[in-house]
């Protein structure tokens, strides 16, 4: 079997996944490989790390301290629901006094003005014959002129 | 207590039934964890994370699994979500890098203590090339090597927790290992020998 094959094999060969056969083989090879026996020597040390870490050793204080954050967050969410009720209160209350004050100034920018100017008054009829002089001379007395 | 004990006194509010399930199962839980994580604080507090999900959401539990297939699932899914939110935060440091810092080793042949520290810092340098490797895996190869490989669950066991049937996760351990010799001897080759 070529270096090659064997370095697929190689974990499966470590972990018992191969047939009688294919296992034979690979030994035989990496009798006679140095370089296949030598990266199957750092696989396998390699991947006995998971054996190591297995199981690790867990604080004896575990369950203490999962309570005290069960209790801490029982408090945490007591205090949301308290701020919750108070803003059920508060939130209409601010959008009344807001739609009060909107309609407020509402009424305050559409109030009428009161125009009334004692000494300036002018009379419609008595400005527009300023503007428009075809009024004061008929076309027929302009024609004449010319 | 037994399991079906556990679980209905649980759904009444007991702490007693609490307390069991968290002795009888942390082991599990952290371990699980630990085999994602790869550090034992952080697998600790994801695993307490597990245990008050459990708590807050007992009343939801049927009974269709058992609860150790339950507590796989909330543990895989929480450490997820730890590696994904902690991805940022983690400078990450390539393989070779690692390799890089055994050059770096004292070669104080006088020290008496220079094989002993060696060693260590060969395990250590093996775990971290190790962890990188299974790290690089995606993720449903990533969760069922550690299932099978950190808590030694058979692949009928892996397959109700993943949700998958059995020759899905028997592909998937498969191409876990295939992935995993590549990278490892692509480390090897460039680095160790």
Same mark, same amino acid.
């Given at each position: 079997m070529k270096c090659k094959k064997i370095h697929n094999k190689l974990i499966f060969f470590l972990d018992g996944d191969l047939s009688s056969n294919e296992e034979k083989q690979i030994?035989?090879?990496? #009798?006679?490989?140095?370089?296949?026996? @030598? $990266?199957?020597?750092?696989?396998?040390?390699?991947?006995?790390?998971?054996?190591?870490?297995?199981?690790?050793?867990?604080?004896? $204080? $575990?369950? #203490?301290?999962?309570? @005290?954050?069960?209790?801490?967050?029982? @408090?945490?969410?007591?205090?949301?629901?308290s701020w919750i009720s108070l803003e059920k209160i508060l939130q209409p209350v601010f959008f009344t006094l807001l739609l009060t004050a909107g309609i407020y100034a509402g009424y305050k920018v559409a109030e009428p003005e009161n125009a009334q100017v004692d000494q300036l008054s002018y009379n419609e009829d008595q400005i527009i014959p300023y503007l428009d002089e075809m009024q004061v001379e008929t076309i027929e007395t302009f024609l004449m002129d010319e | 207590?037994?399991?079906?004990?556990?679980?209905?006194?649980?759904?009444?509010? =007991?702490?007693?039934?609490?307390?069991?399930?968290? =002795?009888?199962?942390?082991?599990?839980?952290?371990?699980?964890?630990?085999?994602?994580?790869?550090?034992?604080? =952080?697998?600790?507090?994801?695993?307490?994370?597990?245990? *008050?999900?459990?708590? +807050?959401?007992?009343?939801?539990? +049927?009974?269709?699994?058992? *609860?150790?297939?339950w507590l796989y699932r909330i543990a895989v899914n929480r450490s997820l979500n730890y590696i994904r939110d902690n991805k940022r935060r983690k400078w990450f440091t390539s393989i070779e890098d690692t390799a890089k810092s055994k050059k770096t080793i004292p070669h104080d042949v006088h020290n008496e203590n220079y094989h002993d520290t060696n060693r260590e810092?060969?395990?250590?340098? +093996?775990?971290?090339?190790?962890?990188?490797?299974? =790290?690089?895996?995606?993720?449903?190869?990533?969760?069922?090597?550690?299932?099978?490989?950190?808590e030694n669950l058979s692949y009928k066991e892996i397959s109700e927790v993943m949700l998958l049937s059995v020759s899905s996760v028997e592909s998937l351990i498969h191409r876990a290992k295939k992935n995993l010799q590549k990278k490892l001897y692509a480390f090897y080759k460039n680095n160790w020998i």
């Open positions: 030994k035989d090879h990496l #009798t006679e490989c140095p370089d296949c026996a @030598a $990266f199957a020597d750092h696989l396998k040390k390699t991947l006995n790390v998971i054996q190591s870490e297995k199981s690790p050793e867990v604080n004896p $204080f $575990f369950y #203490t301290r999962l309570k @005290a954050k069960i209790e801490d967050q029982a @408090a945490a969410s007591q205090k949301l629901h | 207590m037994n399991e079906a004990e556990i679980i209905q006194n649980l759904k009444k509010g =007991d702490e007693k039934a609490f307390r069991v399930l968290v =002795d009888k199962y942390r082991q599990l839980v952290v371990n699980t964890c630990f085999g994602l994580v790869h550090n034992i604080e =952080d697998a600790e507090d994801i695993a307490q994370e597990v245990f *008050i999900e459990v708590f +807050r959401s007992i009343s939801d539990f +049927r009974g269709e699994s058992k *609860i150790s297939t810092i060969e395990n250590k340098q +093996r775990a971290e090339i190790l962890h990188k490797a299974i =790290d690089g895996l995606p993720k449903n190869q990533k969760i069922a090597f550690t299932l099978n490989k950190y």
